[in-house]
């Protein structure tokens, strides 16, 4: 039973864990949310610029829009943060004196993020059905108004699932920042656990790193499927009595 | 005496193609102040096509639109949609709003109006078709009649000059007819100015004052009631009669 033995010993040895797990909930986590939160909210902005651009009567535009998407989806990850924090980090310190890997690295994970969140909310708008769009006209409202209040509201509703998986990519590609030098109190959960691996000669400290991982993406798979049960169900509404029995055989709609 | 501040609309040899698809040929359609014109015909003739081109919901190629014998190609088209309401055959409801908040949508946004006063007009336009106690519901928990209703109530709720209606009851349960066609009547006979693209003879025949039968992009005979139902004069007109009736 010697190798079974060294097996557990090489992935859950207890004291390894233990002594990384401090540095990894006070520092390492902070930092994973921040990248993953901060590029996050940048790449909705963004991709939501790209998917009005993507779905606007302008030709050019949708070109645009189009070419920014092929080129960020179809790059490894690794590849833009590479080029990014390398690249430009050099004219970083020389305009602003910083050498903080963190802005440049959310630049380049929100240049990905926004490439997939466009082609979300881009699928999103579009599925909203064209009665919507010609009924807000009717009523005497602008193309952008209709598109703002009616269109896109009823559009990121229904992708909401699909963002929120998006977000958990985001969290676990956050990792990757450690090629760009990270100082102690700037590592992220990966970079901690690797660290440790390292200096401890043992893979329990990445098998921690792991576990902080599915801390925070399994609560939000089960939040997708939520949403996507609540979306295709109808939200639990107080209903008068007549109103549960109009109900009954129709598909109630999102 | 109009309830209403109806305006008369008139479409002059209007002209629309989609590439090769000439939809529509040189129409005329005259609709005096507070009188309901019906426009019936095949499907794929143009109608409903006309009404879009009407509100510009779709640019005309040719040809001139009058608002109260003004014409109208040269105005701000969502200026000239906030005086034309329109009804669709899908209701067209947004879902992600209550129903009171369909309807005060455009008053808040467009006619500016406080919240308050927005929310209090679009009460009484809901009471006036009969589903206030329906106001902070869900379009989706209403039937279709009802949904139609409220999506009437939203047209009227901007104080339109002229209504269309897209062949509004085509959708609806055939129980549900009777009261959508109902609120319709009452609409016209309260002195609006309404254009009915419907499939319901008995409402082109009984509600409308002037018949128009549309045909392949072409308005192939009009006029009253009485004349199109009981001496149609083209062929065609009597075949589509035969059809349907």
Redesign the interface.
Known sequence: MDALDQLIGSFFDWEAIAAVLPQMLTVGLRNTLILAIASGVLGCILGMVLAIMGTSRSTPLRWLSRIYTDVFRGVPAIVVILLIGIGLGPVVRELTGSTNPFPLAIFALTLMASAYIGEIFRSGIQSV?K??L?????????YN?SMR??VI??GV?RVLPALVNQFITLIKDSSLIYLLGLLASQREIFRIGNDAAANTGNLSPLMAAAFMYLILTVPLTHLVNYIDNRLRT?RP?K?QPD?AA??IG?G??? | MSEFASGSLTGKNLHLSFGTNHVLRGIDLDVPTGTTASVIGPSGSGKSTLLRVMNRLIEPDQGDILLDGRSVLKDNPDELRQRIGMVFQQFNLFPHKTVVDNVSLALRKLRKLPAEQARAEALEQLDLVGLKHKADARPANLSGGQQQRVAIARALAMKPEVMFFDEATSALDPELVKGVLALMADLAKGGMTMVVVTHEMGFSRNVSDTVTFMDAGVVVESGPPEQIFTSPRTERLQGFLADVL
């Open positions: 059905e009665g919507q010609e009924a807000s006209r009717a009523l005497g409202f602008s108004s209040l009616v509201p009823q509703r109808g509404e209903q109103d109009a109900l129709k109630a709609q999102p």
